[in-house]
C-alpha cells in the first residue's frame, strides 16, 4: 500500500457501505435500500435536483465527478427500522471547511479531500435503541508535497429504554475491537465518545457511548487505516444481537411517545453539536443526504418530567451518564 493510498481508503468504504445494506435489509426482513447518487458541484446550486433519485441499490453511477459527491442509501418502513440511512461521500475542494481544522488551525485555507461512510439506524420499536455510525479520511494540502492525512469515526448507541445485557454487549464488542492496537485505546476512545456526544445545552449524554476517534496519524497511514476498517468492521457485531433480542418486545403509545420525545435530544445534537453535519453543510454537500441522519418523526415536549421510579426516569438516572459497562 503506498504512504497515502487515498484510492484504496475509498474503494474500501464503497465496499463497507455495500456490505451495510445488504445486511441491514437482511436483519429488518422488509424493507429495502433506495439509491441516490449524487454530484458535489451540481448539489450547490440551488434548487437541483440529484443526478439518479430513488434509483434501486446497484444502479450504474451517472455523476461527472465520481470522486466529488456520494450514494446515498436509505430504508424507510421497514419491519425492525423506520428509517435507516448508509451514506458514503468522496469530496474535495481548494479551502478547508472550517469543521474540519477546528483543531488544525495550520490547514486552514488548505486543499482537500475527505472520504467516509456515515450510518444512522432509527428503529421503530422503542425498545431498540437508535444508533450512529462513522468511518472518514481526510487529506488537506495534498496537492503539495507533504499532505497532511488522518482518520476518524467511531460508534455510539442511544436507547430509549435501557438493559444492562445490551449495555455491556455493545463497549465488550468496542473493546475487543480496539484491543489489537493498544491496551490503552479502548479506554481512551470510549472517554472521547462519552465527552462528544454530550449536548451541552441540555447538560446530558446523547447516549451509552462507545468509541470514536479523530485526528489519527500517529501510528502511520497503514496502521490507522486498519484500526479504521477494524471499528467499520465491528459494528455490526456490536448492534445486531440487540437489535434481534429487543425487536418483538411488546410496546405500547406511552413507549412510542417517549421515544419520539426522547428522538428531540437526537436531532438537538445533530444540528447543534455534531462536527459531521457542520463539515458537510460547510463543504457544499447534499443537504438532504446530510440530514439523513434525522428520525421521520419526532415531538418536542415543553418541561417534560418522567414519573419517578418510571423505565422512563431510569433512561436519564442509571444510562445517560458516564460509567464503565465492562
Known amino acids: 500500500m503506498a504512504a497515502h493510498d487515498f484510492d484504496a481508503v475509498t474503494e474500501w468504504l464503497q465496499g463497507l ?3 451495510l445494506c445488504e445486511a441491514l435489509e437482511r436483519m429488518d426482513g422488509k424493507g429495502t435500500f433506495i439509491e441516490d447518487r449524487w454530484d458535489r458541484n451540481q448539489s450547490r446550486r440551488e434548487g437541483a435536483a440529484p443526478t439518479a433519485p430513488d ?3 446497484g444502479a450504474a453511477p451517472s455523476r461527472r465527478d465520481p470522486d466529488n459527491g456520494g450514494v ?3 430504508l424507510a418502513d421497514g419491519a425492525l427500522f423506520e428509517q435507516a440511512g ?28 475527505a472520504t ?19 468511518v472518514r479520511c481526510f487529506v488537506a494540502g495534498r496537492d503539495t508535497d507533504t499532505p497532511i492525512w488522518w482518520f476518524g469515526g467511531g460508534f455510539d448507541l442511544t436507547p430509549y429504554y435501557g438493559y444492562d445485557d445490551d449495555c455491556v454487549h455493545w463497549h465488550t464488542v468496542a473493546r475487543d475491537a480496539c484491543a489489537p492496537f493498544g491496551d490503552d485505546v479502548y479506554a481512551r476512545y470510549k472517554r472521547w ?32 487505516f486498519a484500526f479504521m476498517r477494524a471499528i467499520g468492521d465491528a459494528f455490526l457485531e456490536a448492534y445486531a444481537p440487540i ?52 428520525p421521520p418523526l419526532v415531538r418536542w415536549q415543553y418541561g417534560y418530567t418522567p414519573q419517578p421510579g418510571s423505565r422512563e426516569a431510569e433512561l436519564t438516572t442509571r444510562y445517560l451518564t458516564a460509567r464503565d459497562w465492562i
Open 243 to 294: 437489535a434481534a433480542r429487543r425487536r418483538d418486545t411488546e410496546y405500547g403509545e406511552r413507549e412510542r411517545d417517549f421515544q419520539l420525545y426522547r428522538r428531540g435530544r437526537y436531532v438537538e445534537f445533530n444540528l447543534v453539536w455534531d462536527r459531521g453535519t457542520l463539515f458537510g453543510l460547510q463543504s457544499g454537500g447534499r443537504t438532504e443526504s446530510i440530514l439523513m441522519s434525522l
Open 116 to 134: 467516509g461512510v456515515s450510518l444512522v439506524l432509527h428503529p421503530r420499536n422503542p425498545h431498540v435503541p437508535t444508533t450512529h455510525m462513522n
Open 193 to 224: 465518545c462519552d465527552e462528544y456526544f454530550y449536548l451541552g445545552h441540555r447538560g446530558e449524554p446523547r447516549g451509552i457511548g462507545g468509541v470514536f476517534f479523530d485526528d489519527l496519524n500517529e501510528w502511520g497511514f497503514e496502521r490507522s
Open 86 to 113: 448508509v451514506g458514503y461521500s468522496r469530496v474535495h475542494g481548494d479551502k478547508l471547511p472550517a469543521s474540519a481544522n477546528a483543531q488544525r488551525p495550520e490547514l486552514a485555507g488548505k486543499a482537500f479531500e
Open 55 to 57: 434509483s434501486e441499490v
Open 17 to 19: 457501505q455495500r456490505r
Open 72 to 74: 446515498s442509501r436509505v
